[in-house]
């Protein structure tokens, strides 16, 4: 169902369309929620698919992509953390979060942090598993503390054979897959195997091996055996939701997570337990068994359509009995304690959205808040951040990073400057287009209709702009704005005190005039807030593009030279600085490196477009 302004109001699915679509608009009295979309309606778009399982799927991605306004929608800012398997000759294991770009095998997710990190401890403790990044793991020349305290096998520096070490990394696949029982009967038959070669030593390091395996079955198990199953109840108060998930895979309790699901008017649990069923395995693996707090509509078709989208039959269940009910109960009871947490948190949050709206003299609370900060360290890797926050708090989704490139080193105002003209010039430009592509110029026919996207409109503004800076700052923004001439953003200046202690900031407002709020104003909590999470972000982005700059080497882009020719370079010279001021001569002296290659090393390092020929040391350039 759309709107006239082209807006998504509704997606849904039906086995009998004209059924489904009749019920809305029949003589039967609709809850305020219908009714008010039902007056928005301009028209309906229908897909027809082979299978409701189908329907289902198309549906939950259609919610996610166009996030219609009448729909309950799945409200998750945080990525999930995953375990990763890197897909390389010594693979890695490490927690991961974030787009799965990174090849190798990731088991997951998990409901904590905690979690995920106690699962590589026991990794780390039973297989020696090594953790380190790539630029660390090429560049040792003797093992580290990780091997010492035995978690590491060191497989950097060659104490371990390959094939020994591809081994630890299959049976702790077979763990993580959640086959413990299958790898403790592999382990039994090599252990049996190595004594009868008399191989002691190797029969007791199996021994130990699974009895600590057994060990975490028999403190984990549920019901006497390795469950994998979740477990779901909902809360809701008013027009507020709250989905509580506790996750058990191979018998092991990953944690509990709650969620905030806007629920768009929806007063119905079950409605909403359905939606989150339907939209969060959409994305995640389901285990074999789910265990629900109450029935939920089509419970059976989710069922079916979550079996044909993986490798393994799903149960949905709603009435259970023994220690699952008291999973149950537990979820239940956390889900209400979650939700009474989580309006109180709001109803903070309302105050402080009000208390800012009165500050700047605002004509109704601010519906979106954007704050730029600069992180830089002396100049290197500057980076810019725009954190979003509207009024139920950070939208994760929409925060921004700007590279900051052509300026003088440690200019914070030509850097401010560029970010925000890089922000509101799109801005400007797409609201032009949305104006100008309304009619086609040439035949006046209206353009194909498209659907929003996912994130903020095209075009959308800040209803406050914060910008992390005094004066100078401010006057930069100010610039960006009346150049682009952007309409109806407030900026706001926020000034760090003369001791720089939190509560002493400085406002700068639009209308000239300079307040100190104090500590104990909501306002000004929610402008450090707002504040605190752009710099925050700021730095995060600034240290990781600092540490990408600093963990790669110059070496690693010429032809010709790999680990063990760059390490021998490195080693001759004392390090990349004594390499680079060595000449051509010295280089070639290098065992593996001939003349040609030498060249190639000097110019690469010395920014020349094309090697030197003949073997003489070129002229220096400056540095």
């Given at each position: 169902m759309i709107a006239a302004d082209e807006g998504v109001l509704y997606v849904g699915k039906a086995s009998a369309l004209k059924n489904r679509v009749a019920s809305y608009f029949n003589a039967t009295a609709k809850s305020a929620r219908i009714a008010s979309m039902l007056r928005q309606v301009a028209r309906m778009e229908v897909t027809v698919t082979r299978t409701e399982a189908e329907a289902l799927i198309l549906e939950n991605q259609l919610i996610k992509s166009l996030k219609p306004r009448y729909n309950v929608l799945l409200r998750d800012d945080k990525s999930y953390p995953y375990v990763l398997m890197t897909q390389e000759p010594w693979p890695r294991i490490a927690m991961h979060r974030g787009p799965r770009s990174t090849p190798g095998r990731y088991f997951g997710p998990?409901?904590?942090?905690?979690?995920?990190?106690?699962?590589?401890?026991?990794?780390?403790?039973?297989?020696?598993?090594?953790?380190?990044?790539?630029?660390?793991?090429?560049?040792?020349?003797?093992?580290?503390?990780?091997?010492?305290?035995?978690?590491?096998?060191?497989?950097?520096?060659?104490?371990?054979?390959a094939r020994e070490y591809a081994e630890?990394?299959?049976?702790?696949?077979?763990?993580?897959?959640?086959?413990?029982?299958?790898?403790?009967?592999?382990?039994?038959?090599?252990?049996?195997?190595?004594?009868?070669?008399?191989?002691?030593?190797?029969?007791?390091?199996?021994?130990?091996?699974?009895?600590?395996?057994?060990?975490?079955?028999?403190?984990?198990?549920?019901?006497?055996r390795a469950a994998d199953l979740d477990v779901l109840a909902v809360a809701m108060q008013d027009a507020a939701a709250c989905v509580v998930l506790l996750s058990f895979r191979d018998?092991?309790?990953?944690?509990?997570?709650?969620?905030?699901?806007?629920?768009?008017?929806?007063?119905?649990?079950?409605?909403?337990?359905?939606?989150?069923?339907?939209?969060?395995?959409?994305?995640?693996?389901?285990?074999?068994?789910?265990?629900?707090?109450?029935?939920?509509?089509?419970?059976e078709l989710i069922e079916h359509a979550l079996s044909a989208a993986g490798d393994h039959k799903v149960q949905?269940?709603?009435?259970?009995?023994?220690?699952?009910?008291?999973?149950?109960?537990?979820?239940?009871?956390?889900?209400?304690?979650?939700?009474?947490?989580?309006?109180?948190s709001h109803a903070a949050q309302r105050g402080r959205a009000e208390a800012l709206r009165d500050l700047l003299g605002l004509a109704e609370v601010a519906g979106r808040i954007e704050c730029f900060d600069i992180s830089h360290t002396m100049g290197e890797a500057t980076v810019a951040s725009c954190v979003v926050f509207d009024a139920e708090g950070p939208t994760r989704g929409q925060y921004r990073r700007y590279n900051i490139t052509g300026i003088e080193p440690g200019d914070d105002y030509a850097a401010m400057h560029q970010a925000l003209r890089r922000r509101f010039a799109?801005?400007?430009?797409?609201?032009?287009?949305?104006?100008?592509g309304a009619t086609s110029p040439a035949s006046g026919e209206a353009k194909p209709r498209k659907h929003p996207r996912a994130s903020a409109a095209p075009g959308v503004l800040p209803d406050v702009l914060l910008i992390d800076g005094g004066a100078g700052q401010v006057a930069q923004a100010r610039a960006v704005l009346d150049e682009l001439e952007v309409p109806g953003v407030v900026l706001v200046g926020v000034a760090k005190g003369p001791a720089r202690r939190p509560g002493e900031e400085e406002l700068l407002l639009p209308d000239g005039r300079s307040v100190?709020?104090?500590?104990?104003?909501?306002?000004?909590?929610?402008?450090?807030?707002?504040?605190?999470?752009?710099?925050?972000?700021?730095?995060?982005?600034?240290?990781?593009?600092?540490?990408?700059?600093?963990?790669?080497?110059?070496?690693?882009?010429?032809?010709?030279?790999?680990?063990?020719?760059?390490?021998s370079l490195l080693r001759h010279f004392g390090g990349l600085g004594g390499l680079k001021a060595a000449g051509v001569e010295e280089i070639s002296r290098v065992e593996g490196v001939n003349a040609a290659l030498a060249e190639r090393i000097y110019a690469t390092l010395h920014g020349l477009d094309t090697p030197t020929t003949g073997g003489a040391t070129p002229a220096r350039t400056e540095r």
């Open positions: 998990y409901a904590s942090v905690g979690a995920v990190r106690e699962t590589l401890n026991l990794i780390h403790k039973l297989f020696k598993l090594r953790s380190c990044e790539d630029s660390v793991f090429r560049n040792r020349s003797r093992p580290c503390l990780q091997h010492q305290i035995g978690r590491c096998s060191a497989p950097c520096v060659g104490l371990v054979p630890a990394v299959r049976r702790s696949t077979l763990l993580l897959d959640g086959k413990s029982d299958e790898l403790t009967r592999e382990l039994g038959r090599a252990m049996e195997a190595a004594s009868a070669r008399l191989d002691f030593e190797e029969a007791a390091r199996l021994r130990d091996l699974v009895a600590s395996i057994r060990t975490l079955q028999a403190r984990q198990y549920v019901d006497g018998g092991r309790n990953l944690g509990t997570r709650a969620f905030f699901p806007r629920t768009n008017g929806v007063d119905n649990p079950e409605e909403v337990l359905a939606a989150f069923v339907s939209q969060y395995y959409g994305e995640q693996v389901p285990p074999r068994e789910i265990v629900l707090d109450r029935d939920i509509p089509d419970r949905i269940r709603c009435n259970v009995r023994s220690e699952r009910a008291g999973y149950v109960d537990m979820a239940r009871r956390n889900a209400e304690l979650a939700l009474a947490n989580e309006r109180t799109r801005a400007m430009e797409e609201r032009a287009a949305l104006q100008d100190r709020p104090g500590a104990q104003s909501p306002a000004l909590q929610l402008i450090q807030q707002v504040r605190d999470e752009a710099h925050r972000f700021a730095i995060t982005g600034h240290r990781g593009k600092r540490q990408k700059v600093r963990s790669s080497s110059r070496l690693e882009d010429i032809p010709g030279i790999g680990p063990r020719r760059r390490a």
